[in-house]
């Protein structure tokens, strides 16, 4: 592991990644793989990152931000649990001005496995809404 991850951190396969990812839906951004962000571009909706997770069919390691879920660094991650470990908003909540549209956004920090190269997956809720407002107003 990357000396800058501190604390738990678990396997998942891309395909496990990507069934979480259909069940989530919405809009995600990738910060920092070049091999994603080579591929596919940012932010994309759920299904088409899926799609490319499962072609490229890689193990990942994902950092655990919550350190009380599962007693052993290295475990296997599935679909179901995965969120588990999302963090949300790590901004400041009480700075002036009004929370910001993302407060509740999640993310992920992850890296290929053979990789010391660490990337972000974030959940990218205001372009999903802003998906939906434009489709909602195009006419029939």
Not at 16 to 42: I, K
Not at 48 to 70: G, K, N, W, Y
Request: hydrophobic content about 40%; charged content about 25%; some cysteine.
């Amino acid at each position: 592991m990357p000396a800058t991850w501190q604390g738990r951190h678990y396997e998942i396969s891309s395909a496990e990644l990507a069934q979480w990812l259909e069940q989530q839906g919405g809009w995600w951004n990738v910060d920092g793989d070049p091999l994603l962000t080579g591929r596919l571009p940012f932010p994309c909706p759920a299904d088409e990152l899926a799609a490319e997770l499962r072609r490229l069919d890689r193990p990942l390691f994902v950092q655990a931000v919550h350190s009380e879920f599962a007693p052993e660094n290295g475990r296997q991650l599935t679909a179901e649990n995965l969120g588990k470990v999302a963090a949300r908003y790590a901004g400041s909540l009480t700075a002036p001005g009004p929370v910001p549209e993302f407060v509740n956004d999640r993310s992920l920090c992850f890296r290929w496995k053979g990789s010391d190269q660490e990337w972000v997956l974030i959940e990218d809720s205001v372009t999903a809404k802003q998906f939906q407002e434009d489709t909602a107003a195009k006419p029939k």
